[in-house]
């Protein structure tokens, strides 16, 4: 069964950058439609920050639209989140999600603070 980890959080000072990596084993992402959601410090709810399709069709919230981008390159088992202009708003956890048909996998998330 493939497995999908998430890495590149941080603490990170408003206006600065991170690159997210959601990377999976026992698999490849080629056919993953990949998403990557956010929840708040207290948050009840995941919200989609970012996606990208098996065609590489992209979209985006619109709290993040023009600061972020998903990208999935050549490298066949790794999508990457690159978030610039943090904001404290920004600050969550942020997850990875994998969708093919009927299958669904979230990573365990990765912390990201924005914060002077």
């Known amino acids: 069964q493939a497995h999908f980890v998430e890495s590149g959080g941080g603490l990170v000072q408003p206006g600065g950058s991170l690159r997210l990596s959601c990377t999976v084993s026992g698999g490849t992402l080629d056919h993953y439609t990949i998403g990557w959601f956010r929840q708040a410090p207290g948050g009840e709810r995941r919200e989609l920050v970012a996606r990208i399709t098996s065609g590489n069709a992209t979209n985006y919230a619109d709290s993040v639209n023009g600061r972020f981008t998903i990208s999935r390159p050549n490298a066949k088992n790794t999508v990457f989140l690159q978030m610039n202009s943090l904001k404290p708003e920004d600050t969550a956890v942020y997850y990875c999600?994998?969708?093919?048909?009927?299958?669904?996998?979230w990573g365990q998330g990765t912390q990201v603070s924005v914060s002077s």
């Open positions: 999600n994998a969708l093919l048909g009927p299958l669904n996998f």
